[in-house]
């Protein structure tokens, strides 16, 4: 877990825990990839420019040539290969610093299902015809964090996404099924899928202003919604934003929402939990109105 430090004490902890810059430290191994300048029209405003394709550090893809062996050369090259990447990723992660997300985990003991070409495609809640997948866990985990959120057994539908960002899309995509002409309303600390669902479905959007500490200003949010009454409203409420860990007050967003004259059919929340979800209850209560809808996204 990386996050703010607190005191001295806490650095004086980290730091009896944490070598910083040992002997083993080797700054070659963590390659800098310089990004491109942004391109700007004559009037100096950033341009968007399709299909330029900037490359920086990349590995070659060689094909074997028809009558190729394959040698111990090539496994040994490969094997070199692999191991500079891992070095790589042990100097880049032993200095990581930015996301408040965990780095203690260790997936060894799921090596043995490597060789299996495991796929839960479809509703995990409907029985499958592919029959080589992993549903018995998937439903287990739903049911687990349906458990964490208080949420009955029955009253709940979901899925494991792949990423958070699959968890924002798909929780935006019902919002706007459910009501077509919705307009997306998300604090402009969202995170950049939320507004690439926007882009995606050709949803109007409305950005939002934060408070100083990362949280939608509800204000502001008053101000959007009175002015745009006669569509309903598509929420993204944040449970940890992606750079100051913010959480948006859900109850005051609802109240907001109430005061501004969305009656309950009129409005959708999704919440885009991908930081805090998994730890928001074991910190704070957080009420979930049965007759609201929500999406959670966690990761
Ligand atoms: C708040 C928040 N939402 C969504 C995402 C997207 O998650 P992913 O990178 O897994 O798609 C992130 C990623 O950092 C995030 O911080």
Redesign the pocket.
């Known amino acids: 877990m990386v996050g703010p430090l607190e005191s001295d004490h806490t650095i004086l902890a980290m730091s009896e825990k944490i070598e910083i810059l040992s002997d083993d430290f080797d700054p070659t191994a963590v390659v800098t990839e310089p990004l491109p300048s942004p391109v700007t029209n004559g009037g100096g405003e950033r341009e968007m420019v399709l299909g330029r394709n900037v490359h920086t550090t990349s590995l070659a893809v060689t094909e074997p040539e028809s009558n190729d062996e394959f040698t111990g050369d090539k496994e040994a090259y490969m094997a070199s290969v692999l191991a500079r990447y891992r070095k790589t990723l042990v100097e880049r992660t032993k200095y990581h610093l930015g996301?408040p997300y965990n780095l203690d985990f260790d997936y060894g003991a799921l090596g043995q299902l490597q060789h299996f070409s495991i796929n839960n495609l479809g509703d995990p809640f409907i029985e499958s015809n592919y029959g080589v997948h992993s549903r018995p866990f998937e439903v287990g985990v739903l049911d687990w964090f349906a458990r964490l959120w208080e949420i009955e057994r029955d009253d709940y539908w979901g899925y494991i996404t792949n990423?958070?960002?699959?968890g924002?899309l798909h929780g935006i995509l019902v919002g706007r099924e459910m009501l077509p002409d919705g307009i997306l309303y998300a604090s402009s600390e969202s995170?950049y899928?939320v507004f690439k669902a926007a882009r995606m479905y050709r949803m109007e959007c409305e950005k939002v202003d934060t408070l100083i500490s990362g949280e939608i200003d509800c204000d502001d949010l008053r101000g959007k919604l009175l002015a745009n009454k006669v569509k309903p409203a598509i929420l993204n409420v944040?449970i940890?934003?992606?750079v100051k860990g913010a959480v948006d007050d859900l109850d005051l967003v609802i109240k907001t929402l109430e005061e501004c004259g969305f009656s309950h059919d009129r409005f959708y929340i999704h919440c885009?939990g991908?930081?805090f979800g998994l730890m928001m209850p074991f910190v704070k209560r957080v009420s979930v109105q049965s007759s609201i809808v929500i999406t959670l996204?966690v990761?």
């Open positions: 996301y990423c958070g960002t699959e924002n995170h899928s944040n940890g934003t992606t885009d991908a930081l996204t990761l």
